[in-house]
């Protein structure tokens, strides 16, 4: 079970806290991402490495949005994968520098050209030493 200990609510990035077991941010609301303000005052600081699990609803699959995903994530030098659920969303894991990585969940609310993203959820675990980017089917 997940359990989070909420610091903070703003209208744009809704209820931010962090993780109670592993202290890792999270934001729930439209925009999910923490921004850098509420990551250092949730006490969690600045690491040359980071990772990010994202959840992306909306017109999202049959738009080149895994294909769009991962050549941007190459040209920044992000680690990770990106594929699509069964249920319509796609899921993606980031991991690189922090900003780098901070990059791509911000590139994840348009999304490719034709994509059309509707919510963008993020949780940001430890980084697992993931190497290159994949598409995974």
């Known amino acids: 079970m997940l359990t989070v200990r909420w610091m903070r609510v703003t209208p744009a990035h809704g209820r931010c806290g962090v993780d109670a077991e592993d202290q890792t941010p999270m934001c729930s609301g439209r925009d999910t ?3 850098p303000s509420q990551v250092e005052s949730l006490g969690m600081s600045d690491s040359s490495r980071a ?5 992306v609803s909306g017109h999202v699959q049959g738009v080149y949005y895994r294909a769009t995903t ?3 994530a190459r040209d920044l030098g992000v680690d990770g994968w990106v594929k699509n659920l ?3 969303r796609v899921e993606a894991v980031f991991e690189g520098p922090r900003d780098d990585v901070e990059s791509m ?7 490719s050209p034709m994509a059309s993203v509707d ?4 949780t940001y675990e430890d980084p697992r030493g993931e ?7």
């Open 119 to 122: 919510d963008v959820d993020v």
């Open 51 to 55: 990772r990010a699990h994202v959840y």
């Open 33 to 35: 991402t923490p921004l």
């Open 131 to 137: 190497t290159g980017f994949r598409v995974e089917r």
């Open 70 to 72: 991962r050549d941007t």
């Open 105 to 111: 969940v911000q590139w994840c609310h348009d999304g």
């Open 86 to 88: 069964s249920d319509g």
